[in-house]
């Protein structure tokens, strides 16, 4: 019935997505924490299938301190890191068992992303779902967005929000639409190259953000048109005088790689593609960072770049798909500009490993080293708010977050 209906905004890979179960080469159910909230807690605890209830009461267990609806209860994983409640064939014995309905709104929903737009429902999906990756990526069109129709009875994981008319807080809020639709213009210009692309985006942001330090907000709608025309004129003069540094760009990424192995990393595949990447670019340490630099230089001219000529689409909808499921660039109300160094730090670091691999695999380097890469990326990195709030904090407190940097960031 029409009743029973609700209209969401999603790109039009969600159409396609579906779980393929036990034939996914990196399940969901391995190597994170499993949240399960209050209504399945007390679904579980009222079950009346005994034998199972003991098998749950074993395994999933209340959260002491600070519980929230969404984080009542956590499932408590196996010395491998992976859920006890999968069962011989590798898949979810809850839902065998007992049905979908007793699934937590964590399990049911993932990859899937829920946000809030004036109300409005939208999905999209996180790239750590390798079935998602693939879908999402792999369009060499680009990535379309289209309003469909869901069942109101479809529970939702909800991240974020945007009302763009409550200006009470974040007064760039009401050009939330306009800053949105630019960006993924931007980044779908393929009149230029995606580093060029970046670059002026972020060229865009820095001035943005002085249009809202200095109080100028009302401003904006003509700062997009301006910017608008300069890329319809043509900046590529300009974008190519950019200076490049191969040596900062690999020391300041490999940094903050190393902060995130720092703090320990549960995806084999992630480890798979840094231990490629540091033989593509004979990376020990021992080797002079002239040599490594040198090397990633050959890596990147040789095998990278021909092949991303050809395949750049995969990064364009990596970055299009953030932009989109993270409410960019008002989601929390930051700092705009920050929120666009964040972009380019995923950016960076997906290539950089990316480039190392190409050096390891040559001419052999394909979309499945790429989709590997970067769901195995997302798992471990789109996950971890804590470190993605240190990488933040590291570069504010170096100096960093400057266009110049940025822009060694993104260009080779």
């Not at 009470?168 to 306009?178: P, S, T």
């Not at 990376?283 to 040789?302: F, I, M, P």
Request: glycine share 4%.
């Amino acid at each position: 019935m029409a009743d029973n209906k609700q209209k969401i905004f999603v790109p039009s890979y969600m159409k396609q997505f579906a779980c393929i179960g036990p034939s996914c080469e990196d399940t969901c159910c391995v190597g994170w924490r499993v949240n399960i909230d209050s209504a399945t807690y007390k679904k579980y605890n009222k079950m009346r299938e005994l034998n199972f209830k003991k098998v749950l009461d074993k395994h999933v267990k209340r959260n002491r301190s600070n519980p929230t609806e969404a984080h009542y209860a956590k499932i408590i994983m196996d010395s491998n890191g992976a859920c006890p409640l999968l069962n011989d064939e590798k898949l979810c014995s809850v839902q065998a068992k007992m049905g979908d309905e007793y699934l937590s709104v964590t399990c049911s929903s993932y990859p899937r992303i829920t946000n809030k737009v004036n109300g409005v429902l939208e999905k999209s999906a996180t790239m750590s779902c390798p079935e998602a990756a693939r879908l999402a990526l792999l369009n060499s069109g680009g990535i379309q967005f289209e309003e469909i129709e869901e069942s109101n009875t479809v529970r939702n994981a909800y991240f974020s929000q945007v009302d763009t008319l409550n200006k009470a807080e974040n007064k760039i809020v009401q050009y939330f639409w306009e800053l949105r639709i630019f960006s993924i213009q931007v980044l779908q210009n393929r009149e230029y190259s995606l580093s060029d692309r970046l670059i002026a985006l972020g060229m865009f942001f820095q001035k943005l953000q002085t249009y809202i330090n200095d109080d100028k907000v009302t401003d904006i709608p003509k700062l997009i048109a301006s910017y608008t025309k300069l890329l319809e004129d043509g900046l590529k003069g300009n974008l190519s005088a950019i200076p490049i540094s191969a040596t900062i760009q690999m020391l300041l990424v490999k940094k903050l790689n190393d902060m995130r192995f720092m703090k320990g990393v549960n995806s084999k595949r992630y480890v798979e593609c840094c231990q490629e990447m540091a033989q593509g670019i004979g990376y020990t340490e021992d080797t002079s960072l002239e040599l490594v630099t040198e090397n990633y230089q050959k890596a990147y001219h040789k095998y990278y770049l021909p092949f991303m000529m050809e395949h750049e689409y995969i990064l364009e909808n990596y970055l299009v798909n953030y932009v989109y499921k993270n409410l960019f660039p008002v989601n929390n109300g930051k700092a705009v500009f920050d929120e666009y160094v964040m972009l380019v730090v995923h950016f960076a670091i997906i290539k950089l490993v990316l480039i190392g691999m190409a050096g390891f695999h040559k001419e052999k380097l394909n979309i499945d080293h790429i989709i590997k890469l970067i769901q195995s990326f997302a798992k471990i990195v789109e996950h971890s708010n804590s470190f993605l709030m240190e990488v933040r904090d590291l570069l504010r407190n170096s100096g960093y977050i400057s266009m110049a940097y940025m822009s060694i960031l993104i260009k080779n």
